[in-house]
């Protein structure tokens, strides 16, 4: 059944993304023809770059109002009653929609990239970029040593957690919202910040508990690069998403007040 939520959830929110993601590309490609000459800047690419960064940045915007609008209306509103007629637990539901929104957010951060690379090709000496490229590389390579594999491991896993951490964080919030059978939007987001503030005041407690008074001595100490700080505070990020999902769940499944 998980699959098939998940099958749904992209149909959903394809005809969302999709036609973006071919705009944006479009807009990249415009701005991309309307460079070949430097020395002119006319009226038509300024709007056209305009357009094309409005895009952009509704793209992002997008992915925001997508993962609120798709949590809540299909598992709190009246649509609600229909899906939890499904065969499918509640942290089926959770987890489809998490996984859906953290795949469009990692295609958006591609497609960005992807168009910046289009506008930029025209002033892109191929052998040169890569030549920087493998500059860049050898660069890090130098700082780094054979840890430089274990840094991009570990940025991979900390930006996915705390995509995660922040998307569970947000339906915990709804959800906290949705108990109350009036000002149910005021409480999400009294919930949210509330939340927000109390992860930050544990986080800060811990790291001080086991760090001390002594934390920036203990900071520079390690070098070239605090892997076991950053494992840490990746952990923690993950234990506080692994809460969110599981109250989330818990008022799914047994206070869920669609009124």
């Not at 609120?68 to 007629?85: A, C, D, V």
């Not at 958006?108 to 040169?128: F, H, V, Y």
């Not at 493998?134 to 705390?162: C, E, K, P």
Request: glycine share 6%; net charge positive.
């Amino acid at each position: 059944m998980l699959g098939k939520l998940l099958k749904y959830e992209i149909k959903a929110t394809s005809r969302v993304f999709l036609p973006l993601y071919f705009v944006l590309i479009v807009f990249s490609a415009i701005n991309c023809l309307m460079s070949l000459n430097p020395d002119y800047f006319s009226t038509a690419q300024f709007i056209t770059l305009t357009l094309y960064i409005l895009i952009l940045v509704g793209m992002f915007v997008a992915s925001f109002i997508v993962m609120i609008q798709r949590f809540y209306k299909n598992l709190l509103s009246e649509e609600g009653y229909l899906m939890f007629t499904l065969p499918a637990e509640s942290w089926k539901h959770i987890v489809s929609k998490l996984i859906i929104t953290i795949m469009w957010i990692v295609l958006s951060c591609i497609m960005s990239l992807l168009s910046i690379l289009i506008i930029a090709s025209q002033g892109i000496d191929l052998p040169e970029f890569l030549a920087d490229i493998r500059m860049i590389w050898d660069t890090a390579y130098s700082y780094f040593g054979t840890s430089l594999y274990h840094f991009i491991i570990q940025m991979v896993i900390g930006f996915i957690v705390m995509i995660t951490s922040g998307i569970l964080l947000i339906y915990v919030s709804i959800a906290i919202g949705h108990l109350s059978n009036n000002h149910k939007k005021l409480l999400s987001i009294g919930a949210f910040i509330g939340i927000y503030i109390v992860g930050q005041i544990i986080a800060a407690t811990l790291f001080i508990g086991n760090y001390g008074y002594s934390f920036e001595f203990k900071i520079a100490q390690q070098s070239p690069y605090p892997f076991t700080l950053v494992w840490q505070a990746i952990g923690m990020s993950a234990a506080f998403a692994v809460i969110y999902f599981i109250i989330t769940n818990i008022i799914l499944n047994r206070r869920l007040n669609l009124d």
